[in-house]
């Protein structure tokens, strides 16, 4: 059964959900009976794979199903797992199906979103960022230096990334501490220690590796996509004047390292497929081993939302995934390009994803263009980065030809400083 043709499912699914029979990702829940089954999500609900499994509709040994991530089943290979992806569409779309048949099994499969807990979906080994907007990456420059020359040299030549903390990634959900740490106000002479002033968020995506490669091997952009499991959402948290002043010479540090977080759902690269579009024009021309053929950028529609404390949600950005200049299949070719190799659950993020338009602006940094123009929400209070109390909330979704796949939600709450 192929995601390119139409489906239809005897499961009851809002055309608005993030989670139609064309998607079909892939997490890890819990709730009182479960401690962590791997499960995928249709409509309002998730289906535990597990005891699915007790069916034998997979052929799969179940305890693949029984884990705390998502590494054992991925490491089964793209062979498996989008056969086991097909196997679930074919179950929901055939109404004579076991699963709509046998009551039983239909009551332990299926279960409420809302009354399960999502964990996190990977163990992430390690963890890069990249640094391929170029709105983005031109409008910082602008900022920060000469406009006439926003970008830096080698910044057209290759995907820029930095290796970042793994440990203090979190799933949707989680709340964490506004950080400390120096920085050097413009009138101060010394720096100061305290907590962040400068907050913000960073709207990204982040890949994740499906197949290891050995040391010294390297990938073509035509062979990442065997490597490429699928995509979350992205908030790479960042204290920008801590920021400001550590990030010379070596790059961010604790700027970054405090917390960022995922969505829940991983969304995989078949699903994604039918949403393929043509990319920046790429100049001058790249060396050879980052060129690639066809359309590899996505349409993503991309959402941030500051909710206050007590008060609603209100949508500062609308950006999309289509904008980035360097493809995963890029950026995947230049990680490996060295002999650098990757594992199972390791994690890549896109960098801040910014349009060409101010609405579509990634950041805080950008929106509020470095404080000097507030944001008014909806509830009339002035943001020019993230105040304590406040949930970032960021969504994102493909839709084409009668066809929605949706990541969820991926939101994270400030608390105060420690």
């Not at 679930?88 to 004579?96: D, G």
């Not at 065997?226 to 004047?241: C, K, P, Q, T, Y």
């Not at 917390?259 to 021309?285: C, D, M, N």
């Not at 190799?341 to 509020?368: R, W």
């Amino acid at each position: 059964m192929s995601t390119s043709s139409s489906l239809h499912t005897w499961f009851e699914v809002k055309t608005d959900s993030d989670f139609s029979i064309y998607n079909l990702p892939f997490g890890i829940y819990s709730d009182a009976q479960v401690k962590h089954h791997v499960c995928s999500a249709i409509g309002d609900s998730i289906i535990d794979l597990f005891e699915l499994e007790s069916a034998d509709v997979f052929d799969l040994n179940r305890t693949v199903f029984d884990k705390n991530y998502l590494n054992d089943f991925i490491e089964l290979g793209k062979p498996i797992t989008h056969k086991v992806r097909l196997k679930l569409q074919e179950l929901l779309c055939n109404a004579n199906s076991i699963l709509k048949t046998n009551a039983n099994l239909s009551k332990a499969v299926f279960k409420k979103q809302s009354d399960v807990t999502l964990l996190m979906p990977i163990k992430i080994g390690d963890y890069t960022d990249f640094y391929s907007s170029i709105d983005h990456a031109t409008n910082v420059g602008t900022m920060f230096r000469d406009p006439a020359n926003a970008l830096l040299p080698n910044w057209k030549h290759l995907p820029v990334g930095y290796h970042g903390r793994a440990s203090s990634i979190c799933v949707s959900g989680h709340s964490f501490h506004r950080p400390k740490g120096q920085q050097k106000p413009a009138d101060a002479e010394l720096p100061v220690f305290g907590p962040c002033k400068l907050l913000d968020f960073e709207l990204e995506t982040a890949f994740i590796i499906g197949k290891s490669t050995n040391m010294g091997d390297t990938l073509s952009t035509a062979q990442a996509d065997e490597h490429i499991f699928g995509m979350v959402l992205f908030n790479d948290w960042s204290a920008r004047d801590i920021q400001t002043w550590e990030y010379v010479p070596l790059g961010p540090f604790l700027a970054k390292n405090f917390a960022s977080t995922i969505s829940p759902w991983v969304v995989t690269l078949e699903a994604l497929e039918p949403f393929h579009v043509k990319g920046y024009e790429q100049h001058p021309v790249l060396l050879p081993y980052l060129h690639y053929s066809g359309e590899k950028n996505i349409d993503i529609n991309l959402q941030v939302a500051i909710q206050p404390l007590g008060a609603m949600p209100s949508v500062v950005c609308t950006s999309n995934y289509k904008y980035m200049y360097y493809t995963m299949e890029q950026q995947l070719a230049h990680h490996t390009v060295n002999g650098c190799n990757i594992n199972v659950g390791d994690m890549m993020a896109s960098g801040t994803i910014s349009g060409p338009q101010p609405n579509a602006y990634g950041s805080m940094l950008e929106l509020s263009w470095k404080g000097t123009k507030p944001l008014t929400l909806a509830d009339g209070s002035e943001r020019r980065f993230i105040n304590d109390g406040d949930t970032v909330i960021m969504t994102g979704y493909c839709e084409r030809d009668g066809k929605r796949v949706g990541f969820g939600s991926c939101a994270a709450t400030v608390l105060p400083a420690k």
